[in-house]
C-alpha cells in the first residue's frame, strides 16, 4: 500500500464549478500537509500547506484535513480555465510523500 | 515566477557528457532538495541537504552527484548519463528539514534534461 493515495482522474469539469481533489494516507506520523499545482513542462507551485485538522480557505481554495479519517481535500470554487493543471498533494515526516497527482480540465 | 532558480532550463546531453545543473534560493532555506520528474508522475526524491550537509541519498545512481557550495546554492553534476535517465529535474528548498514538520516545500521549475 502507498503512504499516499490520490485519484489520477482525468477530471473534466465545466467553468464555474466546484471542484474536489483528495487524497488519503496511512501514515500517522504525517502531520503537516501540502496542495501543489504542476502546469505541463513547469514545477509544483505550492498553493496551500497546513498543519491542523479542519479548514483553511485562500480566494477561491480551500484546503480541509481529518487526521482521524488520514483524509485531505482541496475544493476549487467557480473554476477556471487557468485552473486545469495536474494537482498534487503531499505530506512530511521524516520527508515529503506525494500523492500521484490529478488531472483536472476545466472547460470554458 | 519562482524563488528557486533553476539552470539551465533545458540542457540535451550525450551518454559521454560532463554537465552541472544549478539551482539559488535566497529565501534563508535550510534544506535543499534534488527531485527527478517523469511525466504523468509525482517528483521522485534524489538527495536532500540539511544546513548544507547531505542527509539523505536516495540510492541514486553514482554518475549524479550533488554539491552544496553554500546555503543558497545546490549543484547536481552528471556524467555518463543513460537515456533513461532523461527527465525534469526539480530542485526544491525548505525553511526547515521536512521532519520538522512546519515548512512547505518549494520548488523551481526544473531543468528538462534529454540524453542522447
Known amino acids: 500500500q502507498k503512504e499516499v493515495e490520490q485519484d489520477p482522474g482525468p477530471l473534466s469539469v465545466p467553468e464555474g464549478a466546484i471542484v474536489s481533489l483528495n487524497c488519503t494516507y496511512s501514515n500517522s506520523a504525517f502531520q503537516y500537509f501540502m496542495w501543489y499545482r504542476q502546469y505541463s513542462r513547469k514545477g509544483p507551485e505550492l498553493l496551500m500547506y497546513?498543519?491542523?485538522?479542519g479548514n483553511k480557505e485562500d480566494g477561491r481554495f480551500t484546503a480541509q484535513v481529518d487526521k482521524s479519517s488520514k483524509y485531505i481535500s482541496l475544493f476549487i470554487r467557480d473554476s477556471q480555465p487557468s485552473d486545469s493543471a495536474t494537482y498534487l498533494c503531499a505530506m512530511s515526516a521524516d520527508q515529503f510523500y506525494f500523492g500521484t497527482g490529478t488531472s483536472l480540465t476545466v472547460i470554458p | 515566477d519562482t524563488e528557486v532558480t533553476q539552470t539551465p532550463k533545458h540542457l540535451v546531453m550525450g551518454m559521454t557528457n560532463k554537465k552541472s545543473l544549478k539551482c539559488e534560493q535566497h529565501?534563508?532555506?535550510?534544506?535543499m532538495y534534488w527531485y527527478k520528474q517523469k511525466a504523468k508522475k509525482p517528483p521522485e526524491l534524489m538527495f536532500v541537504?540539511?544546513?548544507?550537509?547531505?542527509?539523505i541519498n536516495e540510492s541514486v545512481p553514482s554518475r549524479f552527484s550533488p554539491e552544496c557550495p553554500n546555503s543558497s546554492l545546490l549543484n547536481l553534476h552528471l556524467h555518463a548519463l543513460q537515456p533513461e535517465d532523461s527527465a525534469l529535474y526539480l530542485c526544491a528548498s525548505s525553511q526547515d528539514p521536512p521532519v520538522s514538520n512546519n515548512s512547505p516545500l518549494h520548488f523551481g521549475n526544473g531543468t528538462r534534461l534529454t540524453v542522447t
Open positions: 529565501m534563508g532555506h535550510r534544506a
Open positions: 497546513t498543519y491542523s485538522s
Open positions: 541537504y540539511s544546513y548544507e550537509k547531505l542527509s
